[in-house]
C-alpha cells in the first residue's frame, strides 16, 4: 500500500506512515490517494471499514476480471477501467509491438477528498500520473482534479494507441499499393483485433460516464470542476471510439485493395506462364518436323525410297526446310508468333 497527499498544484508527497490512511477521512482540506497492487481481501475489507464502502462494492473489489464501468453511490464513485500496459514500453517500438498492449484492470474508488486505485499487478500509470501531476501547476488540487490527472494519463495512452494503429494502417496501405514488402492477411487481422479490444474496454467507460454526467445525486452532481473534467474524457472517449469504428471500415476497403491487388499478380503470373508455355510449344512443333524426317531416313532398312539417289540428301533438306516453313507460317497466321507472353499467352485466332 502506498500513500500520497496532495500538498500544492504541483506537489503530490508519499507518506510513508501506513496509519495514515485513518487520517483520509477527517483530513478534508487535502486530496489524499491510496495505491494498492496486488490487494487482499483483509485490505479490501478494512479499506470497506475506514471508508463505508458499499457490499457491493467490496465484492467487486474482491472478484477481479469485471467489465469497464462506473457506478455511483451516495459517497463515492467506482470505475473499473483499463489500464494499456505491456512487458515493456512500447512507444518506440518497431511495428508492430507500438500498438500491441496488455490490459489490466485498475478499479477506482473516488471519494471526496479521495482517490483509491486497486490493481493486480504494478502499472506504470501511477508513477506517470504523479509525474504529470508534477509538471503541470494545478489550480485545482481536489480529489476529482487529482482523478481526472490520473484517466487523462489512461485515455492518453488509448489515444497513443490508435494513432499508432492509424500509422500501422498507412503502412499496410503504403505496402499493398507501392509493392516494397510482402503483405499477409494476418496483418489486417491483427490490426482489426486490436482496435476491436481498445473498443472493448473503452465504450463500457463511455457510457459510464455519460451515466455519471447525467446523475444528479452523486457526490460530484454540483461540482462544476468534475463534470467538465468528466465531459472532457467523455468526449475523448466518444472521439477515439468514432475513429476506431471509421478505422474498422477503412481496414476493410484496404483488404478489399490488397485482395484485387493479390488477383491482378495472380494474373498477371499466369499470363506470363501461359506466354512461356506457348513459345515452348512454338519450339517444339518447329523442331518436330525435322525430327520426324530425319528419323524416317535415320531407320535401319536396305531400301528406303531416294536413299541413293543423288539429289536424295538435298531433296531430303528441301523436304525439311519446306515442311518447318509450312508449320511457321501455320503457328504465325494463328497468332503463336511474336506474342507478348503477358499478352495472349497460347490463346488462338
Do not use: C
Not at 473503452?202 to 468534475?226: K, N, T, W
Not at 503470373?269 to 508455355?277: C, E, F, L, V, Y
Request: aromatic share 8%.
Amino acid at each position: 500500500m502506498r500513500i500520497y497527499r496532495v500538498i500544492d498544484g504541483d506537489t503530490i508527497r508519499e507518506e510513508l506512515d501506513p496509519t495514515a490512511v485513518a487520517r483520509i477521512t477527517a483530513d478534508r482540506q487535502h486530496a489524499w490517494w491510496v495505491d494498492i497492487t496486488r490487494p487482499t481481501t483483509d485490505d479490501i475489507r478494512r479499506l470497506a471499514a475506514q471508508f463505508s464502502i458499499h457490499p457491493v462494492t467490496v465484492e467487486t473489489l474482491i472478484d477481479p476480471q469485471q467489465h469497464a464501468r462506473v457506478h455511483v453511490y451516495p459517497n463515492y464513485y467506482l470505475l473499473v477501467v483499463y489500464a494499456l500496459e505491456g512487458e515493456k514500453d512500447a512507444r518506440d517500438a518497431p511495428s508492430p509491438a507500438r500498438w500491441t498492449f496488455a490490459p489490466v484492470e485498475v478499479d477506482i474508488l473516488l471519494g471526496p477528498n479521495y482517490v483509491i486505485t486497486l490493481h493486480p499487478r504494478p502499472v506504470s500509470l501511477v508513477e506517470r500520473t504523479i509525474q504529470h501531476w508534477r509538471d503541470r501547476v494545478n489550480q485545482d488540487t481536489s480529489a476529482s482534479r487529482l482523478v481526472y490527472t490520473l484517466l487523462d494519463v489512461l485515455v492518453a495512452d488509448y489515444e497513443h494507441v490508435l494513432g499508432a494503429a492509424e500509422a500501422e494502417y498507412r503502412h499496410l496501405k503504403h505496402q499493398i499499393y507501392a509493392a516494397t514488402e510482402s503483405v499477409s492477411p494476418a496483418q489486417f487481422a491483427d490490426l482489426q483485433d486490436h482496435l476491436s479490444r481498445l473498443e472493448a474496454v473503452l465504450e463500457p467507460v463511455r457510457e459510464d460516464l455519460e451515466a455519471a454526467l447525467a446523475d444528479s445525486e452523486g457526490i460530484y452532481a454540483q461540482d462544476a470542476h468534475a463534470e467538465a473534467y468528466f465531459r472532457d474524457l467523455h468526449n475523448r472517449a466518444a472521439r477515439i471510439i468514432e475513429e476506431i469504428e471509421r478505422y474498422d471500415g477503412r481496414i476493410d476497403n484496404a483488404f478489399q485493395g490488397y485482395a484485387a491487388v493479390m488477383s491482378n499478380q495472380l494474373a498477371q503470373s499466369s499470363n506470363r506462364m501461359n506466354g512461356a508455355m506457348a513459345r515452348l510449344t512454338v519450339v517444339m512443333l518447329a523442331m518436330a518436323v525435322p525430327a520426324i524426317i530425319t528419323g524416317l531416313f535415320g531407320m535401319n532398312f536396305e531400301e528406303i525410297p531416294a536413299k541413293k539417289l543423288a539429289i536424295g540428301f538435298w531433296a531430303a533438306s528441301l523436304l525439311t526446310l519446306g515442311a518447318t516453313g509450312l508449320v511457321l507460317w501455320y503457328l504465325r497466321k494463328k497468332g503463336w508468333l511474336g506474342l507478348d507472353a503477358g499478352d495472349k499467352g497460347g490463346e488462338s485466332r
